[in-house]
């Protein structure tokens, strides 16, 4: 999420500090808060630095507004596509783990049909993560729940 809007959160922390009274701009902190609902609740409000800029009006299409939900974890979808990326997230649990050690866990030996079929959808759905996700062959690479799984694992606890 850095990653691909990098220059959109370094213009929203400028935003959300910047004020000039003799000129009537106030500080806005509502678009650092979109982004952090797009990171944390897996909402999809568009991300633009134009939307940013002092005076900005888009008469034509106003669909930059994001609308809130009644509830903390409406929007975000926490039913995994399959019983092997449930299994996945209830093995790694709050853990950090190896491949081979998740592959031990829900009792497989095919890693290629471990990594097609649980951990890539997984990671796609966003309930796994990767403890150095810049260099996914780093020595000592492992794996973590993201918020999402944390949320599903903590769903099957309850």
């Given at each position: 999420?850095?990653?691909?809007?990098?220059?959109?959160?370094?213009?929203?922390?400028?935003?959300?500090?910047?004020?000039?009274?003799?000129?009537?701009?106030?500080?806005?902190?509502?678009?650092?808060?979109?982004?952090?609902?797009?990171?944390?609740?897996?909402?999809?409000?568009?991300?633009?630095?134009?939307?940013?800029?002092?005076?900005?009006?888009?008469?034509?299409?106003?669909?930059?507004?994001?609308?809130?939900?009644?509830?903390?974890?409406?929007s975000i979808d926490i039913q995994p596509s399959s019983e092997n990326?449930?299994?996945?997230?209830?093995?790694?649990?709050?853990?950090?783990?190896?491949?081979?050690?998740?592959?031990?866990?829900?009792?497989?030996?095919?890693?290629?049909?471990?990594?097609?079929?649980?951990?890539?959808?997984?990671?796609?759905?966003?309930?796994?993560?990767?403890?150095?996700?810049?260099?996914?062959?780093?020595?000592?690479?492992?794996?973590?729940?993201?918020?999402?799984?944390?949320?599903?694992?903590?769903?099957?606890?309850?």
């Open positions: 999420m850095f990653a691909d809007n990098s220059w959109y959160f370094s213009n929203t922390l400028v935003r959300a500090n910047y004020s000039n009274p003799q000129k009537g701009i106030q500080q806005d902190k509502s678009f650092l808060v979109k982004f952090f609902r797009n990171l944390l609740l897996g909402e999809n409000n568009e991300l633009k630095n134009r939307y940013m800029l002092i005076g900005y009006k888009d008469d034509e299409n106003d669909t930059h507004t994001s609308t809130h939900t009644s509830t903390r974890t409406s990326v449930t299994r996945l997230v209830l093995a790694i649990g709050k853990e950090e783990m190896r491949v081979k050690n998740m592959m031990e866990a829900v009792g497989l030996k095919n890693r290629p049909n471990f990594m097609d079929y649980s951990l890539t959808p997984a990671i796609r759905e966003g309930f796994v993560c990767m403890k150095y996700p810049a260099n996914p062959h780093h020595p000592r690479q492992r794996y973590l729940l993201a918020l999402k799984g944390l949320m599903l694992l903590d769903g099957n606890n309850s």
